[in-house]
């Protein structure tokens, strides 16, 4: 099974991306989703997190308004729309799967953190100011 996240790149404060979390050789309609950052010398923060179904979603206060999740089991990918990005945006981003026993279930960040069960590599935004 493999987890990967896509769509990273350098935009200038105020501009948009668009990332994405793929799998393969798993359903993901069982997971529930959590994005994660992490800047140099940080550690890894939640951004926003999804239920496996899609109706529950959260976001940390840092992105609120601004970045959107949201997901397509049939096409078995996450989504991480961010608007309006910052300088302050630019990190690592991860995306993280955990098992879920009940539809709409929406883990905390800390449960990704001890117990997701697939984690992508990770892509690079740069936001420039």
């Known amino acids: 099974v493999q987890l990967q996240a896509s769509g990273g790149g350098l935009v200038q404060a105020g501009g948009s991306l668009r990332l994405s979390c793929g799998v393969s050789g798993e359903n993901l309609a069982s997971f529930a989703i959590a994005w994660f950052r992490q800047a140099p010398g940080k550690e890894r923060e939640g951004v926003s997190c999804?239920?496996?179904?899609?109706?529950?979603?959260y976001y940390a206060d840092s992105v609120l308004g601004r970045f959107t999740i949201s997901r397509n089991n049939a096409k078995n990918t996450v989504y991480l729309q961010m608007s309006n990005l910052k300088p302050e945006d630019t990190a690592v981003y991860y995306c993280?799967?955990?098992?879920?026993?009940?539809?709409?279930?929406?883990?905390?960040?800390?449960?990704?953190?001890?117990?997701?069960?697939?984690w992508g590599q990770g892509t690079q935004v740069t936001v420039s100011s």
């Open positions: 993280a799967a955990l098992f879920t026993h009940e539809d709409d279930l929406l883990p905390t960040f800390d449960s990704f953190l001890t117990s997701a069960d697939y």
């Open positions: 999804v239920s496996n179904v899609g109706y529950s979603q």
